[in-house]
Protein backbone atom coordinates (compact mmCIF):
# COMPACT_ATOMS: atom_id res chain seq x y z
CA UNK A 1 0.00 0.00 0.00
CA UNK A 2 1.33 3.21 -0.77
CA UNK A 3 2.17 5.65 1.68
CA UNK A 4 0.63 8.57 3.22
CA UNK A 5 0.54 11.94 1.86
CA UNK A 6 -0.26 13.94 4.90
CA UNK A 7 -0.83 17.32 2.71
CA UNK A 8 -1.07 20.10 5.22
CA UNK A 9 -4.03 22.52 4.84
CA UNK A 10 -3.87 25.94 5.90
CA UNK A 11 -6.77 27.91 6.97
CA UNK A 12 -6.18 32.12 6.89
CA UNK A 13 -8.29 35.35 8.02
CA UNK A 14 -8.37 38.61 6.91
CA UNK A 15 -10.01 41.96 6.96
CA UNK A 16 -11.69 43.45 4.02
CA UNK A 17 -9.76 46.25 2.73
CA UNK A 18 -12.72 48.42 2.96
CA UNK A 19 -13.53 48.46 6.41
CA UNK A 20 -11.65 50.39 9.08
CA UNK A 21 -12.96 47.51 12.25
CA UNK A 22 -15.53 44.96 12.16
CA UNK A 23 -18.43 46.82 13.49
CA UNK A 24 -18.66 49.17 10.07
CA UNK A 25 -21.87 47.86 9.33
CA UNK A 26 -23.60 49.05 12.02
CA UNK A 27 -26.15 51.86 10.37
CA UNK A 28 -29.15 53.92 11.88
CA UNK A 29 -31.51 51.97 12.86
CA UNK A 30 -30.10 48.90 13.09
CA UNK A 31 -30.92 47.02 16.83
CA UNK A 32 -27.17 45.87 16.83
CA UNK A 33 -24.22 45.95 14.60
CA UNK A 34 -23.57 42.84 11.81
CA UNK A 35 -20.13 41.26 11.08
CA UNK A 36 -20.41 39.65 7.46
CA UNK A 37 -18.25 36.64 7.23
CA UNK A 38 -17.11 34.93 3.94
CA UNK A 39 -15.60 31.59 4.77
CA UNK A 40 -14.06 28.57 3.12
CA UNK A 41 -17.50 25.95 3.30
CA UNK A 42 -15.19 23.52 5.23
CA UNK A 43 -15.46 25.56 8.01
CA UNK A 44 -19.29 25.86 8.20
CA UNK A 45 -19.71 23.34 11.29
CA UNK A 46 -17.27 25.22 13.46
CA UNK A 47 -17.87 29.08 12.56
CA UNK A 48 -21.25 28.32 12.87
CA UNK A 49 -21.23 27.35 16.86
CA UNK A 50 -18.64 30.06 17.37
CA UNK A 51 -20.67 32.67 15.35
CA UNK A 52 -23.40 31.79 17.75
CA UNK A 53 -21.21 32.11 21.14
CA UNK A 54 -19.87 35.52 19.41
CA UNK A 55 -23.17 36.94 19.18
CA UNK A 56 -24.57 35.92 22.67
CA UNK A 57 -21.17 37.53 24.31
CA UNK A 58 -21.26 40.55 21.88
CA UNK A 59 -24.05 41.22 21.09
CA UNK A 60 -23.52 41.54 17.36
CA UNK A 61 -25.26 40.05 14.55
CA UNK A 62 -23.33 37.57 12.14
CA UNK A 63 -23.77 36.97 8.46
CA UNK A 64 -21.67 34.15 7.25
CA UNK A 65 -21.49 33.12 3.75
CA UNK A 66 -20.13 29.73 3.22
CA UNK A 67 -18.65 28.72 -0.40
CA UNK A 68 -15.48 27.16 -1.53
CA UNK A 69 -12.86 29.58 -1.25
CA UNK A 70 -11.88 30.35 -5.17
CA UNK A 71 -15.89 31.29 -5.48
CA UNK A 72 -15.67 33.47 -2.47
CA UNK A 73 -12.59 35.23 -4.20
CA UNK A 74 -14.64 36.13 -7.12
CA UNK A 75 -17.48 37.34 -5.03
CA UNK A 76 -15.20 39.83 -2.94
CA UNK A 77 -13.20 40.78 -6.53
CA UNK A 78 -17.00 41.87 -8.05
CA UNK A 79 -17.69 43.50 -4.60
CA UNK A 80 -19.83 41.79 -2.24
CA UNK A 81 -19.61 42.92 1.51
CA UNK A 82 -17.51 41.27 3.73
CA UNK A 83 -15.74 42.23 6.89
CA UNK A 84 -13.65 39.30 7.56
CA UNK A 85 -12.61 36.65 4.56
CA UNK A 86 -11.59 32.87 5.99
CA UNK A 87 -9.95 30.99 3.29
CA UNK A 88 -8.81 27.43 2.65
CA UNK A 89 -5.44 28.71 0.71
CA UNK A 90 -3.03 31.48 0.22
CA UNK A 91 -3.96 32.04 -3.35
CA UNK A 92 -7.25 33.72 -2.85
CA UNK A 93 -5.54 36.09 -0.47
CA UNK A 94 -2.39 36.93 -2.61
CA UNK A 95 -4.91 37.70 -5.47
CA UNK A 96 -7.06 39.93 -3.43
CA UNK A 97 -3.93 41.71 -1.92
CA UNK A 98 -2.81 42.50 -5.28
CA UNK A 99 -6.12 43.92 -5.91
CA UNK A 100 -5.89 46.22 -2.64
CA UNK A 101 -9.38 44.15 -1.43
CA UNK A 102 -8.08 42.91 1.79
CA UNK A 103 -5.98 44.25 4.95
CA UNK A 104 -2.66 42.18 4.18
CA UNK A 105 -1.48 43.38 7.97
CA UNK A 106 -4.60 41.37 8.90
CA UNK A 107 -3.97 37.96 7.66
CA UNK A 108 -3.44 35.10 10.11
CA UNK A 109 -3.20 31.53 9.57
CA UNK A 110 -5.29 30.08 12.24
CA UNK A 111 -5.84 26.77 11.83
CA UNK A 112 -4.72 23.28 9.73
CA UNK A 113 -6.16 20.59 8.36
CA UNK A 114 -4.92 17.21 5.96
CA UNK A 115 -5.91 15.56 3.02
CA UNK A 116 -7.74 12.06 3.12
CA UNK A 117 -8.89 8.98 1.19
CA UNK A 118 -12.61 8.54 2.32
CA UNK A 119 -15.08 6.06 1.21
CA UNK A 120 -18.82 4.76 2.22
CA UNK A 121 -19.19 3.68 5.31
CA UNK A 122 -19.95 -0.01 6.46
CA UNK A 123 -21.86 -1.61 5.23
CA UNK A 124 -22.04 -0.40 2.32
CA UNK A 125 -18.29 0.38 1.36
CA UNK A 126 -15.14 -1.96 1.93
CA UNK A 127 -11.95 -1.49 2.70
CA UNK A 128 -9.38 0.16 0.06
CA UNK A 129 -6.50 3.06 0.17
CA UNK A 130 -4.75 4.75 -2.79
CA UNK A 131 -3.07 1.75 -3.96
CA UNK A 132 -6.50 0.55 -4.65
CA UNK A 133 -7.52 3.04 -6.62
CA UNK A 134 -6.96 1.83 -10.69
CA UNK A 135 -9.11 -1.21 -9.48
CA UNK A 136 -12.18 -2.24 -11.18
CA UNK A 137 -14.53 -1.69 -8.10
CA UNK A 138 -13.65 1.81 -7.76
CA UNK A 139 -15.40 3.46 -10.96
CA UNK A 140 -15.66 7.16 -9.82
CA UNK A 141 -13.55 9.28 -7.72
CA UNK A 142 -15.08 12.43 -6.85
CA UNK A 143 -12.46 15.26 -6.36
CA UNK A 144 -13.05 19.73 -5.97
CA UNK A 145 -13.35 20.67 -9.23
CA UNK A 146 -10.66 23.41 -11.11
CA UNK A 147 -9.20 26.09 -8.93
CA UNK A 148 -10.60 24.85 -5.79
CA UNK A 149 -7.95 24.52 -2.86
CA UNK A 150 -9.02 21.10 -2.07
CA UNK A 151 -8.84 20.05 -5.78
CA UNK A 152 -5.27 21.63 -5.49
CA UNK A 153 -3.71 19.85 -2.37
CA UNK A 154 -5.53 16.31 -3.63
CA UNK A 155 -4.23 16.80 -6.99
CA UNK A 156 -0.78 17.06 -5.50
CA UNK A 157 -1.22 13.81 -3.02
CA UNK A 158 -2.62 11.99 -6.23
CA UNK A 159 0.49 13.36 -8.06
CA UNK A 160 2.99 12.48 -5.45
CA UNK A 161 1.68 8.88 -5.54
CA UNK A 162 2.03 8.69 -9.16
CA UNK A 163 -1.89 8.15 -9.62
CA UNK A 164 -3.04 11.37 -11.14
CA UNK A 165 -2.76 10.61 -14.74
CA UNK A 166 -3.22 7.03 -14.23
CA UNK A 167 -6.96 7.48 -13.06
CA UNK A 168 -7.93 10.52 -14.86
CA UNK A 169 -10.99 8.70 -16.53
CA UNK A 170 -12.59 8.33 -12.83
CA UNK A 171 -12.83 11.46 -11.70
CA UNK A 172 -16.29 13.29 -11.24
CA UNK A 173 -15.82 17.10 -9.16
CA UNK A 174 -17.94 18.82 -6.61
CA UNK A 175 -18.12 22.66 -6.45
CA UNK A 176 -16.34 22.36 -2.87
CA UNK A 177 -15.04 19.58 -0.60
CA UNK A 178 -18.60 19.14 1.17
CA UNK A 179 -19.97 18.39 -2.61
CA UNK A 180 -17.30 15.76 -2.75
CA UNK A 181 -18.23 14.56 0.85
CA UNK A 182 -21.78 14.46 -0.67
CA UNK A 183 -20.91 12.63 -3.56
CA UNK A 184 -19.10 9.43 -1.52
CA UNK A 185 -22.12 9.67 1.09
CA UNK A 186 -25.14 9.25 -1.61
CA UNK A 187 -22.84 6.43 -3.11
CA UNK A 188 -22.38 8.49 -6.54
CA UNK A 189 -18.27 8.37 -6.31
CA UNK A 190 -16.78 5.04 -4.54
CA UNK A 191 -13.96 7.17 -3.49
CA UNK A 192 -13.16 10.85 -2.71
CA UNK A 193 -10.58 13.65 -1.17
CA UNK A 194 -11.37 16.00 1.35
CA UNK A 195 -10.01 17.69 4.35
CA UNK A 196 -9.72 15.67 7.26
CA UNK A 197 -12.23 17.71 9.51
CA UNK A 198 -14.92 17.07 6.51
CA UNK A 199 -14.83 13.24 7.04
CA UNK A 200 -15.05 14.01 10.38
CA UNK A 201 -18.89 15.65 9.94
CA UNK A 202 -20.29 12.81 8.01
CA UNK A 203 -21.54 9.33 9.88
CA UNK A 204 -21.94 8.15 5.98
CA UNK A 205 -18.36 8.19 5.15
CA UNK A 206 -14.94 6.98 6.18
CA UNK A 207 -11.40 7.51 6.37
CA UNK A 208 -9.49 4.71 4.37
CA UNK A 209 -5.88 6.33 4.56
Same mark, same amino acid.
Given at each position: ??? &??? @??? *?? /?? &????? &????????? %???? @???? /??? %??? #?????????????? =??????????????? +????????? !??????? =?? +? /???????????? *????????? !??? #? /?????????????????? $???????????? =?????? @???????? @???? $????? #????????? !???????? %? +?????????? =????? #? +??? &?????
Amino acid at each position: MAS &VVN @RYV *IF /VI &VLAAT &VPNITCNAG %AGKE @RPEL /VIA %AAI #SLKDVFVDLGREFE =SLHNVKIIFNFAGSN +SLQRQLENG !APADLFA =SA +S /VAELDALVGQQL *ILPETRRTF !AGN #S /VVLIGRAPPDGGDFGFDD $LADQRISHIALG =SGGVPV @RIYCEEVL @RELG $LWNRL #SGKYVFGNN !ARQVLQYV %A +SGEAEAGLVY =STDAQ #S +SPD &VRVMQ
